[in-house]
């Protein structure tokens, strides 16, 4: 930038965060305590409003993208998966409190249904760990070929945690789009926390899930890992987005809760839209069908920048 552009760039108004300096210096009068002399954009109360939404909207749309425009964030592999599923230690722990309350009272059948799903939540560990492990593989592959990939997740627990924690075990960064919910979902510690993101907005958050998606993988999950995996085949089968290999994790589990044959049987998609998903197994399965479809990861001659934090 030569110093004429800089200067012609530079602007001759006080920016917002001065002007509300300057507001604190008025004094203390009847009039600036009234809520009509705060400026608009200080004023928490009028932000609340309901006929602000479009702006909050906006702004939530605005303030990660921002945040990752400036850090050069371009390319992520998105991770979603149950917040109800935990490591091995924590779900033995939870049997074995399970089986506690069962034994000393074996009669109540919600204490055996509870003891019931206590076992499969066990079984379902392996996907936590191999969560971990496709964390810290996209992290590491990632570095080796100097490409600027982040893992992304949901920003709570269970597998989303597992993957941030991935990332984190071999010194990569990883973000969390986190959403105000009443239960289930704070920050897991493993997040890079300039890259810790909160919603308001399902929307919004959505968007910015695929916004930079490279690959979606969907580990065992409820209504929210279904409400983000159907958004992403409906924009990907409508072609409101690029094609992006989406990789179902657990096979069996999948197609036991979800009959995509079916689907296609009674019309209701078509055996192209079948196709939009893949099975992988394992962490190394689920990586190189990412790379397959990302040419680019293996350019060596790639002018991609590091991510800057």
Same mark, same amino acid.
């Given at each position: 930038?030569? $110093?004429?552009?800089?200067?012609?760039?530079?602007?001759?108004?006080?920016?917002?965060?001065?002007?509300?300096?300057?507001?604190?210096?008025? *004094?203390?009068?009847? %009039?600036?305590?009234? =809520?009509?002399?705060?400026?608009?954009?200080?004023?928490?109360?009028?932000?609340?409003?309901?006929?602000?939404?479009?702006?909050?909207?906006?702004?939530?749309?605005?303030?990660?993208? @921002?945040? %990752?425009?400036?850090? #050069?964030?371009?390319?992520?592999?998105?991770?979603?998966?149950?917040?109800? !599923?935990?490591?091995?230690?924590?779900?033995? +722990?939870?049997?074995?409190?399970?089986? %506690? &309350?069962?034994?000393?009272?074996?009669?109540?059948?919600?204490? &055996?249904? $509870?003891?019931? !799903?206590?076992?499969?939540?066990?079984?379902?560990?392996?996907?936590?760990?191999?969560?971990? $492990?496709?964390?810290?593989?996209?992290? =590491?592959?990632? $570095?080796?070929?100097?490409?600027?990939?982040?893992?992304?997740? *949901?920003?709570?627990?269970?597998?989303?945690?597992?993957?941030?924690?991935?990332?984190?075990?071999?010194?990569?960064? =990883?973000? #969390?789009?986190? !959403?105000?919910?009443?239960?289930? +979902?704070?920050?897991?510690?493993?997040?890079?926390?300039?890259?810790?993101?909160?919603?308001?907005?399902?929307?919004?958050?959505?968007?910015?899930?695929?916004?930079?998606?490279?690959? @979606?993988?969907?580990?065992?999950?409820?209504? #929210?890992?279904?409400?983000?995996?159907?958004?992403?085949?409906?924009?990907?089968?409508?072609?409101?987005?690029?094609?992006?290999?989406?990789? @179902?994790?657990?096979?069996?589990?999948?197609?036991?809760?979800?009959?995509?044959? &079916?689907?296609?049987?009674?019309?209701?998609?078509?055996?192209?839209?079948?196709?939009?998903?893949?099975?992988?197994?394992?962490?190394?399965?689920?990586?190189?069908? !990412? @790379?397959?479809?990302? =040419?680019?990861?293996?350019?060596?001659?790639?002018?991609?920048?590091?991510?800057?934090?």
């Amino acid at each position: 930038m030569t $110093k004429k552009t800089k200067i012609l760039c530079e602007s001759p108004f006080s920016t917002a965060k001065e002007d509300a300096a300057h507001v604190l210096l008025d *004094g203390d009068t009847v %009039q600036t305590r009234s =809520s009509s002399y705060r400026l608009a954009y200080d004023d928490f109360d009028f932000m609340m409003r309901d006929e602000l939404r479009p702006v909050r909207l906006q702004l939530e749309l605005l303030k990660p993208e @921002l945040a %990752q425009a400036e850090l #050069g964030i371009k390319s992520t592999v998105v991770i979603f998966g149950s917040a109800r !599923i935990h490591g091995d230690d924590e779900a033995k +722990q939870a049997l074995a409190n399970a089986e %506690q &309350a069962w034994n000393e009272h074996p009669d109540e059948l919600e204490l &055996a249904n $509870k003891l019931a !799903i206590a076992r499969r939540i066990l079984t379902k560990s392996y996907y936590y760990d191999e969560a971990r $492990k496709l964390g810290a593989l996209i992290t =590491s592959e990632a $570095k080796k070929r100097n490409y600027p990939l982040l893992v992304v997740t *949901g920003g709570g627990l269970g597998i989303m945690e597992a993957a941030n924690h991935g990332a984190a075990d071999v010194g990569g960064n =990883s973000m #969390g789009l986190n !959403i105000v919910l009443p239960h289930e +979902q704070h920050p897991n510690p493993y997040i890079t926390p300039e890259l810790c993101f909160q919603f308001h907005y399902f929307a919004i958050r959505k968007m910015h899930f695929l916004m930079r998606a490279i690959a @979606l993988v969907a580990f065992p999950g409820g209504f #929210g890992t279904m409400d983000e995996l159907f958004k992403a085949l409906t924009l990907i089968q409508t072609k409101k987005v690029k094609r992006i290999p989406v990789i @179902l994790f657990g096979q069996l589990y999948w197609e036991k809760i979800i009959n995509f044959d &079916a689907l296609v049987e009674e019309g209701a998609i078509t055996p192209c839209d079948r196709e939009l998903m893949q099975y992988a197994e394992t962490a190394e399965q689920a990586w190189q069908l !990412i @790379l397959k479809s990302n =040419s680019s990861i293996n350019n060596k001659h790639s002018n991609n920048k590091k991510v800057t934090l």
